[in-house]
């Protein structure tokens, strides 16, 4: 039984945006695996921060897959916008998507890979009936809205049941996890069963720059077990 690789995704939240594409550029050289993009409306969330056009300028600056993490109401209006900018990866939350099953279809009819995302206070009953129709779940370790904010300890005992859960019904999504993720909390949430690490200040605020952060991230994980899982493969992209 094989496991998937652990990915590091640096989320461009925490980044410098006046040297964007400079940043995004240290980051694929230091091998982070994807890079993850936080939306959000001032609706959902109490902040506002980017949309396609912002989403469209990283498509141009890196060729790393795009993971855009969608905290806006009704998502559905705006999956296309995302799509043609560039996105790779659509995450929507359950707590937006009162049709969740019709929006995931929506997102495989774009040709994109799917994802759902769960508040710390959403449990994970909620996506009992979805779990064959989503690429990645993603568990917030913090409240969205910010970045800086401090891991939520339950967290781990969420992605080990989610872990337990997906085996149990065969599925094949892989476990993402966002909010606090450092090189102390990273091995943690791996050994739990997370094969997704999102991280914004641990890389972007690192001391000794973003490439460093990402060392420092890959560092932590090097010879943590994930926890057992069905995977034949892990996912492409
Ligand atoms: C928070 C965002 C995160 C954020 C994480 O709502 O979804 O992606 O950038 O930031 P850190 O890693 O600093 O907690
Ligand atoms: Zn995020």
Same mark, same amino acid.
């Given at each position: ?6 990915k590091i995704l640096p989320s461009i ?11 995004l550029?240290?980051v694929e050289?230091?091998g982070a695996d994807r890079i993850h993009i ?20 990283v498509?141009?600056?890196t060729t790393l897959p795009l993971d855009v993490h ?17 996105a790779d990866i659509?995450l ?21 890979l799917?994802g ?20 990645q ?33 065969? $599925?094949?999504?892989e @476990?993402e996890?966002?909010? /606090? ?6 091995? *943690?949430?791996? #050994?739990?069963? &997370?094969?997704l690490l999102v $991280?914004?200040?641990? @890389?972007?605020?690192?001391? /000794? ?6 060392? *420092?991230?890959? #560092?932590?994980? &090097?010879?943590?077990?994930? $926890? ?7 996912q492409?992209r």
């Amino acid at each position: 039984m094989s496991r998937p690789t652990v990915k590091i995704l640096p989320s461009i939240l925490s980044a410098d945006f006046r040297r964007l594409g400079q940043q995004l550029e240290e980051v694929e050289r230091a091998g982070a695996d994807r890079i993850h993009i936080d939306v959000m409306d001032g609706r959902f969330v109490p902040n506002i921060t980017i949309g396609p056009l912002v989403v469209e300028a990283v498509r141009q600056s890196t060729t790393l897959p795009l993971d855009v993490h969608l905290m806006i109401v009704e998502p559905e209006r705006y999956l296309a916008d995302f799509a043609r900018a560039g996105a790779d990866i659509l995450l929507v939350h359950q707590e937006t998507c009162p049709h969740l099953h019709r929006t995931l279809s929506q997102i495989k009819e774009l040709g994109k890979l799917a994802g759902v995302v769960l508040n710390p206070s959403t449990p994970l009953s909620t996506l009992e009936e979805v779990l064959g129709n989503v690429d990645q779940i993603l568990i917030m370790s913090v409240n969205p809205g910010f970045g800086g904010q401090q891991f939520i300890e339950s967290s781990i005992a969420k992605v080990q049941r989610l872990r337990h859960l997906l085996d149990e019904h065969g $599925a094949q999504a892989e @476990i993402e996890i966002d909010g /606090g993720i450092d090189p102390a909390t990273a091995p *943690r949430v791996v #050994a739990a069963g &997370a094969t997704l690490l999102v $991280a914004g200040s641990a @890389i972007f605020r690192a001391p /000794g720059g973003a490439a460093e952060g990402v060392r *420092r991230l890959r #560092a932590s994980i &090097a010879g943590v077990q994930t $926890a057992e899982c069905k995977r034949s493969s892990p996912q492409s992209r």
